[in-house]
């Protein structure tokens, strides 16, 4: 176990533990989606509220898994305040990585990095995944 491995699952843990932006908004402005991953009981509902091509406010909602919840929350931060265009390269890309599929690995996924262990563990891939496909969902 490396210290790099130890400190993405400290970042993981404190994410479940503390999660950001939850709670859904009663607004129709914003756009939602909701996966189920029936595999392991994890629910994700993403709002997200996109002004002028901004990504105003992110929000999230649900239950499940460490990874999935945490994976969520770690979604809701990097989203906010980044244009719809750049957000659709990163969730591409960060959804390419934990795949284990090829991607720009020099794009600057910031937090989401920690996620990056996931690619060796294929059970986990779709945990990781689902906050971020239902995101996408919400922009188009
Ligand atoms: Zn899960």
Redesign the pocket.
Known sequence: MSGLDNLYREVIMEHYKNPRNKGLVEDSTYKTFRIK?PS???DITIQSLVVDGIIKDCRQEGH??S??MASASVLTEIMIGKTVAEALTVAENYLNMVSNKEYDEALDLEEAEVFSGVRQFPA?V??ASIAWVAFKDTLK
């Open positions: 991953n392991c009981g994890d499940g898994c990874i999935s986990r779709k945990c």
